[in-house]
Structures are given as structure tokens and as C-alpha cells.
């Protein structure tokens, strides 16, 4: 765990009050009562990605700082989640299959503005996965199985619905399902989808495993974000499984490719900085259980990679703090910049200890 001595730290509470502030002070009498304010990013100021990313760098910032302030607001961040995110778009109803006991039966949403059209809403599983793992680490810091038990529930409920042949010896996992997931909105396969599921899911892991078993050997990719999280996620499971090695040994090779082809040195106009973050931190993931995956030479090539990047993105003023003043798209990237960015900084809680 990092120290409160770190000089990334006040960059990194920077970021995170740039969207999530102002933050009650440490002499406030009542920072239970904190509500996390609405962003540009999603509907009703709620996206799922962002906010499940946050909840875990608050959980960083209280293990860093021992200040149970941050706690509290991760506590009520994912109240704020359950009860715009797991109820219908006129937050009239829960999401069919949710009760009170179990409210997250029926997944949770993206957050999208859109209600129909091609960027709407509905769930994405590596979505939902990210979320698993945030209650995972509330359980983890807390002490409180609830969080935990919500966290299969939710795998076990949404599991089913993104799965498709399952009696084939390929299954395949739907992109994108509806809100209420009734019907796909996208039928396609992504890198990430059975990958993420496998840690979360006891019962479910034998179908994952029949879709991973054809990607994990022909593995590559060029986008930053899906090597990033491709590492991230291995270095879970790399002491146990081949295929997490493997994966992760694979990223390390396309990422290097990348900085020989010149990528991380193009314009930043023609770059995403909260995909590189993902980069950042999943190869800072990668270098805390180098030994078992990558020999030194390969991960020498880019063992500046995660620092270049954050500071490529300080120099043209997106991070530490956002700039206000941008417009339309950019504006409403600037949560998901920021707690990623917090992320590659300090990935604290995103990582094993």
C-alpha cells in the first residue's frame, strides 16, 4: 500500500475531488451525509464504470490516510449507485428481478444519456464486472459480507442472460444486453467479457472457461484500455493458471509493439487518456507479480510506460484536475478520466496487497 508521503497522493485527491467534490473537510460534524453529486457522464449523474473506479480509490485514500471520511464516501457512492443504477430509467421501478433483499437481481445499468439509439443504455458486462469487484473490496476493508454476497448475487443473476450456445463447445457472451436484459443490443463477442467473469463465479466458470480456452492463446490486441485491463485482471490469477501468464506475457508483447510503432508518442488529439490510464495501471499490476509472469527484459521496454503517460496527460492540462471549460465530448469524459487517471497514479485497493 502506498504511504500518505507519496507525491502522487495529492494529485491523486485532486483528481477525485475534481469530480466528486467538494468533499466534506476532515472538521466537518456530519460527512455521513454526503451525497455523491451528479456528472456529465451519465444519466442522472450516474455511470457505472466511473463510479465503481471510484468507490475503490476512496477505499484507497482510506487505507492510505486512515481517515474514515473516505469510507463513508465510498459507503454512500454505492447506495447513490443501487439506487439510481438498479432502478429504471424514471427511477420508478427496480430492474425486474430485483427485490429489496436482493437489489441487485437485475443487473445494473451503464448509465448512457440515450434511451434508445445506438449508444444507449442497457448493461455491459465488464461493466458489471468492474462494479463485482468494487463490493468485493467493500467487504474486503469493511468487514460486512453484504457487499460481498450483492457481488455473486449480481454475477449469478446476469450471468445467464449474456451467455449464449452454452451446450455448444464454444459459447459466446453477448456485448451488450438491454436494461431489463430481455434482448441483446449488441450480439457481438468482446476481449475482455470472459476474462473478467472468471473470478467472480464459482458455478458459471466451467462456460467462461470453454470461451477462454480459444482466446487466451491466439491473444492481441492495439487498444490501450482492453491490454491494460487484459493485465490487470491476469495478475489475479497468474500464481494459479497458465492462461492468466500467458495473457498476461501476451499483453506485455502488443504493448511493446505499440511503443515501437510510435503510439504513446503520437498526438494526444488522436488519443483517449482514460484508455492509456487503463494501460498504466494494469501494467503496474503487472510489474508487482513480475516475476511469476514477464523476465525482466521483457517488461524493460516499458517500465516507464505507466509514468510517461500520466505525465503526457498533466502536460496538456487534463489531469490532476480537469478543465472545466471543455465541451460537449470531452466534458462528459472527464469522470472517467479522472478516477482513471487517480487509478494509474495509486492503484492501492486495484491491486493485490
Known amino acids: 500500500?502506498?504511504?500518505?508521503n507519496d507525491p502522487n497522493l495529492p494529485k491523486f485527491i485532486q483528481a477525485m475531488e475534481s469530480i466528486y467534490g467538494p468533499l466534506p473537510s476532515p472538521t466537518d460534524?456530519?460527512?455521513s451525509t454526503w451525497t455523491p453529486p451528479e456528472t456529465a457522464e451519465g444519466h442522472r449523474g450516474r455511470y457505472l464504470w466511473t463510479d465503481g473506479f471510484a468507490v475503490v480509490n476512496f477505499l484507497t485514500l482510506h487505507r492510505t490516510t486512515n481517515d474514515s471520511r473516505y469510507l463513508?464516501?465510498?459507503?454512500?457512492?454505492?447506495?447513490?449507485?443501487?439506487n439510481i443504477l438498479g432502478y429504471t430509467r424514471d427511477g420508478n421501478h427496480r430492474l425486474p428481478g430485483a427485490t429489496d433483499?436482493?437489489?441487485l437481481n437485475g443487473g445494473l445499468r451503464i448509465g448512457k444519456h440515450d434511451d434508445a439509439g445506438p449508444d444507449s443504455d442497457g448493461q455491459y458486462f465488464h461493466y458489471l464486472t468492474v462494479w463485482m469487484f468494487a463490493l468485493n473490496r467493500m467487504s474486503l476493508v469493511t468487514n460486512d459480507k453484504w457487499y460481498n454476497e450483492q457481488a455473486v448475487s449480481l454475477a449469478k443473476a446476469v450471468l445467464p442472460h449474456f451467455m449464449t450456445n452454452t451446450?455448444?463447445?464454444r459459447p459466446r457472451m453477448y456485448w451488450k444486453l438491454s436494461t431489463d436484459l430481455s434482448h441483446p443490443l449488441v450480439e457481438s463477442e468482446g476481449n475482455l467479457d470472459p476474462i473478467d467473469g472468471l473470478p467472480t463465479v464459482q458455478d458459471e466458470i466451467a462456460l467462461l472457461k470453454k470461451i477462454l480456452d480459444t482466446k487466451w492463446r491466439d491473444y492481441s490486441s492495439s487498444d490501450t484500455l482492453d491490454l491494460g485491463m487484459t493485465?490487470?485482471?491476469a495478475h489475479w490469477l497468474v500464481s494459479e493458471e497458465a492462461w492468466a501468464a500467458t495473457l498476461s506475457r501476451r499483453a506485455v508483447h502488443c504493448l511493446k509493439t505499440l511503443v515501437q510503432h510510435g503510439h504513446f508518442e503520437e498526438s494526444t488529439r488522436r488519443r483517449l487518456a482514460f484508455r492509456e490510464f487503463g494501460t498504466a495501471l494494469g501494467l503496474r499490476a503487472a510489474f508487482r507479480i513480475s516475476s511469476?509472469?514477464?523476465s525482466d527484459d521483457e517488461l524493460a521496454a516499458i517500465k516507464h510506460l505507466p509514468d510517461q503517460i500520466c505525465k503526457v496527460w498533466e502536460d496538456v492540462g487534463l489531469v490532476p484536475v480537469p478543465t472545466k471549460q471543455q465541451q460537449g465530448r470531452m466534458a462528459e469524459l472527464l469522470p472517467i478520466t479522472a478516477v482513471m487517471y487517480a487509478s494509474a497514479l495509486i492503484p492501492g485497493m486495484m491491486c493485490q496487497q
Open 231 to 233: 493485465l490487470w485482471t
Open 29 to 31: 460534524p456530519k460527512p
Open 72 to 82: 463513508t464516501f465510498a459507503m454512500n457512492l454505492v447506495t447513490t449507485v443501487h
Open 167 to 169: 451446450s455448444s463447445a
Open 101 to 103: 433483499d436482493h437489489p
Open 1 to 4: 500500500m502506498t504511504s500518505t
Open 292 to 294: 511469476e509472469t514477464n
